[in-house]
């Protein structure tokens, strides 16, 4: 507070050391009078007004006013020990800087009892599929090993949900799409929970998922781990920062080898979902502002080729989302010029003029996104830039229209291990449902409706499923008439999912008008308010988008709102009978998980599953009583 946040910098530090010097070479510390002239020294860093010959602080001369030539002495002042009793520790320390940060300077045989390596991983372009960037061992690592401690902040879930504004291209219309930051995607979560972990260690955000061959898992931090297991804990809403996972490798890990971890069955399956369901037109590609600005840049024939001014861009527009740019920096108060080829200077810039002079185009230019001055923006008035040569200017990808920015781009945390969330963090847990009777299945207050009962025989069992037209009207008209056609029938469960969920809905059928109504999208149906919640046993309709729903149907295996309802086609259309009926779905063979292809299931048929996945349960029946 004394220095007002005035925190040294390196130059400053090494000033201190001469200062530490240059009076140790002068003066007996001992002595009474260098205690008076070591408080001297600190008094005029204090109000700016230390003066000598042997002053040489570069932070210091580079500052041209004497407020900010105050500040420096002041953060020279605030690296000194304030008293002399203490420059016997500072020697013993070495340096200021040392001095600054008790205890920063320890023994090899502490750190080899109580550190931890903060250097095992770098980045690099992973080695896995559509896995972007990964995380690879610098070091060889053996099994049970800490290969980085990371630090948590604790993330309230809701805080990361917010609205994309989108244009769907078939009007002027924008359209309102509820969807997550970005930073979900990095952060660790329970499914019953509102809590997100984030976690800030160098380099852990890059370690990918692997299912299969995991080479690493995390834990929590031996502290940490005792405070959970003494229920010394805090309830969501009052979660400390301090909080540690480790990231420890399961087996032996060779230097170079890319670490991973399993991300759970909830993320797997959203990721598997999404993919399933990500569409994009030849039109979409073509307009690719990313594209355009490397054909552009690369081309010759377009490179040359004058950039559009502003008033020429009101009839002549480059395509959405690409900006023109330049390269400038600041290179002293007020004004601006161009720096070529240095991608720290490259700035959007808005065209106000074009010259063609001397077989090259010049612009006049205002420069955006400079930097911040006082706690602002500059003015774009005022960053006018002339004589930019053609050179310096190019196409640019606007900000947020990015492949991370679309409407539906994926957003999922990666999941915990069991029991990793201490059971007062687990706030979204439903009520027991005794028996199925309980959430979105309690009927006992609820108006009269028309409802339908199906029942089911399986090759695990029989149960039954009850649909309700006030829930999902729509939808309930397609379910209904499905099973009175037998559509389902002599179908495979294929996609089966403990805790998750249960999903079926591609028919053998060899009746192609039965087909053809199948796989005619049906609109979404009114979300209702308040919502029906989903618990497990509800049943709705699967989709990969708004108005996407044809025949496949899931039941849920969850008490968690958090998967299911959060998009628009989601609404749930019934629900299991009982809780015997839940019992026989959770018999339905698992084995395969997210294995089975929904485009082979659609190529191969019945011969697909039964030469690849011979073991999966099948619908033998289905009437409605």
């Known amino acids: 507070k004394k220095w007002g946040m005035l925190f040294p910098t390196r130059e400053n530090y090494k000033t201190a050391d001469g200062i530490v010097a240059k009076f140790i070479n002068e003066e007996d510390i001992t002595s009474k009078e260098s205690e008076r002239v070591w408080t001297n020294i600190l008094e005029s860093l204090e109000r700016g007004e230390y003066d000598d010959d042997s002053f040489d602080d570069k932070d210091y001369n580079s500052r041209n006013s004497p407020e900010e030539k105050r500040k420096v002495q002041q953060r020279i002042a605030y690296a000194l020990p304030k008293s002399i009793i203490d420059i016997p ?6 340096t200021t800087a040392r001095y600054s940060v008790p205890g920063s300077k320890v023994s090899l045989d502490y750190l080899e009892k109580n550190g931890t390596c903060l250097d095992n991983l770098r980045m690099s372009k992973s080695s896995i599929s559509q896995g972007g960037n990964g995380a690879f061992a610098t070091n060889n690592l053996s099994s049970g090993s800490v290969i980085v401690p990371s630090p948590l902040v604790p993330v ?3 805080l990361l949900h917010m609205p994309a504004i989108f244009n769907n ?3 002027d219309k924008e359209n309102i799409l509820q969807t997550d930051q970005l930073l979900l995607n990095y952060c660790f979560g329970h499914p019953q929970s509102s809590l997100l972990l984030f ?9 990918n998922h692997d299912s299969v061959n995991p080479n690493a898992y995390i834990r929590w931090s031996k502290d940490v781990k005792q405070k959970l297991e003494e229920g010394d804990v805090e309830g969501v809403d009052d979660v400390p920062a301090g909080l540690v996972m480790e990231f420890v490798a399961l087996r032996d890990i ?3 080898e890319e670490v991973t971890i399993d991300y759970g069955t909830e993320w797997s399956t959203a990721w598997y979902d999404h993919v399933q369901s990500w569409k994009i037109d030849d039109d979409s590609l073509a307009i690719n ?3 355009i600005v490397e054909t552009v840049m690369n081309d010759d024939e377009h490179k040359n080729e004058p950039m559009r001014t502003m008033k020429e861009q009101e009839e002549h527009p480059y395509p959405k989302c690409v900006r023109t740019g330049c390269y400038s920096h600041r290179i002293r108060s007020g004004i601006w010029w161009y720096k070529k080829f240095n991608s720290d200077y490259m700035r959007f810039c808005d065209i106000k003029e074009r010259t063609y002079k001397e077989g090259n185009y010049w612009y006049t230019v205002n420069v955006h996104k400079i930097e911040l001055e006082n706690g602002r923006n500059f003015d774009p008035e005022d960053n006018e830039v002339k004589h930019v040569p053609h050179e310096a200017m190019f196409l640019a990808q606007d900000e947020h229209c990015g492949d991370i920015h679309l409407p539906n781009a994926f ?4 999941g915990v291990p069991e029991n990793f969330y201490p059971d007062k963090w687990l706030d979204k847990l439903s009520n027991d449902i005794d028996g199925i009777e309980g959430g979105a299945n309690d009927t006992s207050e609820e108006e009269d409706g028309e409802t339908t009962t199906v029942k089911c025989d399986t090759t695990a069992g029989q149960f039954s499923m009850m649909f309700r037209k006030s829930w999902s009207p729509i939808g309930y008209d397609r379910a209904v008439e499905l099973f009175q056609r037998s559509f389902y029938d002599n179908s495979h469960i294929f996609r089966v999912i403990p805790g998750f969920l249960t999903q079926f809905g591609m028919s053998y059928t060899q009746d192609m008008d039965l087909k053809d109504f199948a796989n005619t999208p049906i609109l979404d149906d009114p979300q209702l308010n308040p919502k029906i919640p989903f618990v497990e046993g509800t049943i709705s309709f699967a989709g990969s988008g708004p108005n996407s729903r044809t025949s496949h149907l899931f039941i849920s295996d969850t008490s968690t709102n958090e998967y299911f309802g959060t998009m628009p086609w989601e609404t749930p259309v019934g629900s299991l009978v009982s809780h015997d009926d839940l019992e026989v779905v959770r018999r339905l063979n698992a084995d ?5 292809e929904q485009y082979k299931i659609t190529a191969l048929g019945r011969d697909y599953i039964e030469t690849e996945f011979p073991n999966l349960d099948e619908f033998l029946k289905c009437e409605i009583i």
Do not use: C, F, M, N
Not at 89 to 94: D, K, Q, R, S
Not at 592 to 596: A, L, N, R, V
């Open 156 to 158: 309230k879930r809701d």
């Open 254 to 256: 060779a230097v170079g």
């Open 89 to 94: 520790l500072l020697l013993e320390t070495g």
């Open 289 to 291: 502002p990313q594209s």
């Open 592 to 596: 395969y998980g997210d294995s089975p």
């Open 411 to 414: 957003r999922h945390e990666i």
């Open 199 to 207: 976690p800030y260690a160098s380099s852990v955000q890059y370690i």
């Open 169 to 171: 291209g078939d009007d």
